[in-house]
């Protein structure tokens, strides 16, 4: 085992509420997939300024017979800057996103809010006052940043 880690060579892209933690689950089960225990390591939007060592890091687990070394973040769809920072730091990796019809994903996305005892009110007040219920559905802008970066 690498003690300073290897990069990616897959990661899950988003966006929130689209199966991003069943399908974390999943691949943790795969003998040939390397993924981070933790799901969500918001390393290319929140977390950049922590270094690329710092990121390697996240990977240091990974052996030669994992054949896929990821992660999956369901955030980076919607950072602006995160499709540039993942090409520049780990080049044509390959990308995952799933998508869900967007008005059933900020409907689970309110009730997420709901669960966690997070007050924004009725449905119809919370499409008004939390932008991302609405622009998490936005997934043609956000695709495209991302189609600027990488080949199909």
């Given at each position: 085992?690498?003690?300073?880690?290897?990069?990616?060579?897959?990661?899950?892209?988003?966006?929130?509420?689209?199966?991003?933690?069943?399908?974390?689950e999943v691949l943790l089960q795969h003998p040939e997939v390397f993924m981070t225990?933790?799901?969500?390591?918001?390393?290319?939007?929140?977390?950049?300024d922590r270094g690329l060592s710092w990121y390697r890091t996240q990977f240091r687990?990974?052996?030669?017979?994992?054949?896929?070394?990821g992660e999956v973040c369901q955030d980076y769809l919607f950072e602006p800057e995160?499709?540039?920072?993942?090409?520049?730091?780990?080049?044509?990796?390959?990308?995952?996103?799933?998508?869900?019809?967007?008005?059933?994903?900020?409907?689970?996305?309110?009730?997420?809010?709901?669960?966690?005892?997070?007050?924004?009110?009725?449905?119809?007040?919370?499409?008004?006052?939390?932008?991302?219920?609405?622009?998490?559905?936005?997934?043609?802008?956000?695709?495209?940043?991302?189609?600027?970066?990488?080949?199909?």
């Open positions: 085992m690498s003690t300073d880690g290897r990069l990616p060579n897959f990661i899950y892209i988003g966006p929130d509420k689209a199966g991003s933690s069943w399908l974390h225990e933790a799901k969500d390591l918001y390393f290319f939007d929140r977390y950049f687990r990974a052996t030669p017979e994992h054949r896929v070394v995160a499709a540039k920072r993942i090409r520049d730091c780990l080049g044509e990796i390959n990308l995952m996103v799933t998508l869900r019809e967007p008005a059933a994903r900020a409907h689970s996305s309110y009730l997420h809010y709901l669960k966690h005892g997070i007050e924004v009110g009725t449905f119809r007040q919370a499409l008004d006052s939390v932008p991302e219920l609405i622009d998490h559905g936005r997934y043609g802008s956000a695709l495209r940043r991302f189609a600027d970066h990488f080949p199909r």
